[in-house]
């Protein structure tokens, strides 16, 4: 369940435009000055959209649901409500001279919502280079927001689109890694006309951590036969009553919860996998690159070859997505 948070969050000033949190919360974008509204210096930076934080919620020890609104000239976060959506966020790094970080998240709301999204966020400890969900987790509602920038559609194997595309859905969720994973879900669900089947894996520590399973085993009551859930613990000391799976990953695992490889019945899957490098890389491979660009920055990022439990399991690259 869900609980609505009375811890006090301390105040928060290393997004962009903390300044203009302070001066002009909710004005729908943030405009970055050389001086902030106590004097300290500020590096200045072009208009982005700015969202205000409304409401928080934990959902464990360290992650929240953050909830924040649109500006007022836009319905939805994303250009097509049909399409999942992803946010870059900025970040002025105190750790790192102010230096700007950028971190990706996608929310777990549908994309068609009107006025506001969800995002799932886990608080790490800061460091160089880091400290984004940190951030994040401490803003406080009705004072603070997220600056960042629409992300483009993410490809998904020369497509966009989601609903109505497979017979079958494999998700395989390793932490907040299943924040991407649900809005997926949603979109087909959504869907009238979408028969596809999805089974999702979420793999976690300990049953606590297990992020937003009310809702995971709401929508799996609510919709027999289309979607069902599995969970997989990694943490020792599992309880005798435990009814799902132990461990990070294994061929057996991937047999019994996910849809099997196109190849096997002549219907389509798609497995869907989500967590950090490491636990990508072990269920489907790391992601690769392509060459650098002229301008000599970094090229943009490709699928690369199928390797680990899916390959051994015996699918194809070709029934694979990996974050």
Request: overall charge positive; some cysteine.
């Amino acid at each position: 369940m869900i609980r609505r948070s009375s811890q006090n969050v301390r105040p928060w000033s290393t997004i962009w435009a903390a300044a203009t949190v302070l001066c002009n919360f909710g004005t729908g974008s943030a405009q970055v000055p050389t001086q902030s509204c106590n004097g300290s210096s500020m590096p200045a930076m072009a208009s982005v959209p700015s969202y205000p934080l409304v409401d928080k919620w934990r959902q464990s020890h360290d992650t929240w649901l953050l909830r924040f609104s649109l500006p007022s000239d836009r319905k939805h976060l994303g250009d097509d409500p049909s399409f999942p959506t992803c946010i870059s966020v900025h970040h002025n790094s105190s750790l790192d001279g102010g230096k700007l970080l950028k971190k990706s998240y996608s929310p777990i709301s549908h994309p068609a919502t009107e006025g506001s999204f969800d995002l799932l966020v886990k608080s790490y400890q800061p460091q160089p280079g880091g400290g984004v969900g940190d951030a994040l987790c401490n803003l406080q509602p009705g004072k603070d927001v997220l600056v960042g920038k629409l992300k483009s559609e993410r490809m998904v194997h020369g497509s966009p689109t989601i609903s109505r595309r497979w017979d079958r859905i494999g998700l395989v969720a390793g932490g907040t890694g299943v924040a991407p994973l649900v809005q997926i879900v949603r979109i087909i669900l959504d869907d009238p006309y979408d028969r596809t089947k999805i089974y999702m894996l979420s793999i976690n520590r300990y049953e606590e951590d297990i992020l937003i399973r009310d809702e995971l085993d709401r929508m799996a009551t609510e919709h027999p036969g289309r979607f069902s859930v599995t969970y997989s613990l990694t943490g020792g000391n599992v309880s005798k009553d435990w009814k799902g799976f132990t461990g990070r990953g294994s061929v057996e695992m991937a047999r019994k919860a996910l849809p099997p490889p196109s190849a096997k019945d002549g219907q389509s899957t798609m497995v869907f996998v989500c967590g950090t490098d490491g636990f990508r890389d072990m269920w489907a491979g790391p992601i690769a690159r392509a060459p650098s660009k002229a301008d000599g920055s970094k090229g943009p990022k490709i699928q690369g070859p199928l390797l680990g439990v899916l390959k051994d399991a015996g699918y194809d690259a070709t029934d694979v997505f990996k974050y």
